[in-house]
């Protein structure tokens, strides 16, 4: 192994480590598992770099390697709850038949909320935890009408969830009037999915009307953070800093309520899922 100095080492971490992140942003992760690999190499103890490699792992369908990564992060750090989240996630996956990973990530531009024509919400009736386990934070999800219903289904056209009925019947009109949508998961657990809805074209016939309400004065106001690029490891943070807007959905177009989540029945604000950070 070659040997470096404290300060050669110190640069080549950082490197290293703004290399392996912009490759996961680009869906590399060949080459991210390289990236952190070197990094292990200089730095045996770098617990980040064991939850890199695992989330690559993961990315590439090898899960064994990508237990195995998050493994030695545990055993570096015992309380290291990246780890933990992950490991329990890997947990539901199948071991013996890795499918083809989703390489295709929602543009980070989605992840800019921009008034009127973003919204978030929980998904109804989620697709079983062998399912949700597939997923990560940043996959593009797609909606899909069934009668009255907005579903929402995976790149690979498995169903997740549905949209709430309220805002499900809103969209089905705007979509049916050519508005077009874009929708990414922004977290989940393994029995939740939180997803981001945003507007891309606005037919003719529809100017005027938002598809979502807008809650306020603020114009556009980034959703997106570092921590979610950089494979939301630590994604719970956005919702300890209300990252996520409040405010109830009504039918009625110009209406908000109280202060509860967006989109979820009045009067039961949901608890905040504990979320894997990927």
Known sequence: MTQYQPEEKARLK???????????????W??????????????????DAYNRLGKAYTELG?????????????EVDPNN???KKNLTRLSHLSQTRAEAPLA??????????????TGFTELQHPAPRNVIAKMSAGDPVYLKPVG?????????????????????LRLLNFMNHGNQYAAGITSLDDSNIRIII?????DPSMA?????????????????KDSLLRYELEDEELLDEGEYPEGHWEAEPEQLGEETELYEEEGHPPEKPEEFEL
């Open 14 to 28: 950082r490197q290293l480590t703004e290399q392996a992140i912009s490759l996961a942003m680009q869906s590399r």
């Open 30 to 47: 060949e080459e991210a598992v390289s990236a952190n690999q070197t990094i292990i190499d200089v730095h045996p103890s770098d617990v």
């Open 62 to 74: 090898r899960y064994p390697d990508a237990s195995a990564a998050y493994g030695r992060a545990l």
């Open 81 to 83: 709850s990246i780890a």
């Open 104 to 117: 295709e990530k929602v543009d980070p531009r989605l992840f800019i909320e921009e008034m009127g024509k």
């Open 148 to 168: 009255p219903q907005l579903e929402v289904a995976n790149a690979r056209g498995e169903y997740l969830g549905r949209i709430e009925p309220r805002l499900s």
């Open 198 to 202: 945003k507007e891309v074209h606005q």
């Open 208 to 224: 005027g009307r938002v598809s979502f309400p807008p809650r306020g004065p603020e114009g556009i106001r980034p959703y997106i």
